[in-house]
């Protein structure tokens, strides 16, 4: 893994009972995505098919299906972000289905953290929040989204 690249996107599965993870690169070839065995044994499953130079920083996963954050950052063009959810009823399976893109016309910064919060059986409310990095050039925002 290259430098600052690593599990970055962890979450605890009540349903399936197990830590889903994620690392962090861009390597192109897909984010490598796995679980902890029976005895805490890191088992990389799957490959997400996130876009090109897009980098898993953040997972949660409420009822079964598990949401992922994306970060993309440039020093010319600054940061953009991905949220989706996996879907594994498509082929290839683990697909990405994107929910919200966010770009340059909304405040974006360093947004690494994700929790997905079971509004009603039809309302998710999904939360994201930036790593300031100690920088004054950064901030620390705390976004959320309701999906019906």
């Known amino acids: 893994l290259g430098s600052n690249n690593g599990v970055e996107a962890i979450?605890?599965?009540?349903?399936?009972?197990?830590?889903l993870f994620g690392i962090e690169t861009t390597s192109g070839r897909g984010q490598p995505f796995g679980r902890l065995d029976e005895i805490g044994v890191p088992v990389v499953s799957d490959r997400l098919e996130a876009p090109a130079e897009f980098a898993l920083v953040g997972l949660d996963t409420p009822r079964f299906q598990p949401f992922a954050l994306f970060r993309y950052f440039s020093r010319s063009e600054g940061n953009k972000?991905?949220?989706?959810?996996?879907?594994?009823t498509t082929t290839p399976p683990n697909a990405l289905m994107e929910r919200v893109r966010l770009d340059f016309s909304v405040p974006v910064d360093n947004f690494e953290g994700i929790a997905v919060q079971n509004v009603d059986m039809?309302?998710?409310?999904?939360?994201i929040v930036s790593d300031d990095n100690f920088s004054d050039s950064q901030?620390?925002?705390?976004?959320?989204?309701?999906?019906?």
């Open 81 to 88: 972000n991905i949220i989706a959810y996996v879907d594994g």
């Open 139 to 148: 901030r620390t925002l705390l976004m959320a989204f309701d999906l019906n």
């Open 11 to 19: 979450s605890y599965s009540p349903g399936a009972k197990t830590v």
């Open 122 to 127: 039809r309302t998710q409310r999904i939360w």
